[in-house]
């Protein structure tokens, strides 16, 4: 009889720390259609909010953020809904 060998993977370390409060940022807009005057005097940056992140990377310049993060088959991490803005931005 065969004995099962259970193999455990070993998981990449989550060093990440959460923000400790919501991000505002300006973030850039665009139209692909037809515009009137009006709409193009009235149109303005959008008012971003990021909340309940994670930091991946805080530069001097920009931050990355990541939303939800997950395990390979390999037990290495991979990372979604990640964005990354510029400080200027912010």
Same mark, same amino acid.
């Given at each position: 009889?065969?004995?099962?060998?259970?193999?455990? !993977?070993?998981?990449? +370390?989550?060093?990440? @720390?959460?923000? +400790? +409060?919501?991000?505002?940022?300006? $973030?850039?807009?665009?139209?692909? *259609?037809? !515009?009137?005057?009006? $709409?193009?005097?009235?149109?303005? =940056?959008?008012?971003?909010? /990021? *909340?309940?992140?994670?930091?991946? @990377? $805080?530069?001097? $310049?920009?931050?990355? !953020?990541? *939303?939800?993060? /997950?395990?390979?088959?390999?037990? %290495?991490? %991979?990372?979604? %809904?990640?964005?990354?803005? =510029? @400080?200027?931005?912010?």
């Amino acid at each position: 009889m065969r004995r099962r060998i259970k193999t455990q !993977l070993k998981k990449t +370390k989550f060093n990440y @720390k959460k923000l +400790k +409060k919501d991000l505002h940022w300006l $973030d850039a807009i665009s139209q692909t *259609g037809w !515009l009137s005057i009006n $709409d193009m005097d009235n149109i303005k =940056p959008s008012n971003a909010v /990021s *909340g309940s992140m994670w930091i991946y @990377k $805080d530069t001097k $310049d920009y931050i990355t !953020l990541f *939303g939800t993060y /997950s395990y390979d088959d390999k037990g %290495e991490i %991979e990372f979604g %809904e990640v964005i990354t803005i =510029p @400080k200027k931005w912010m």
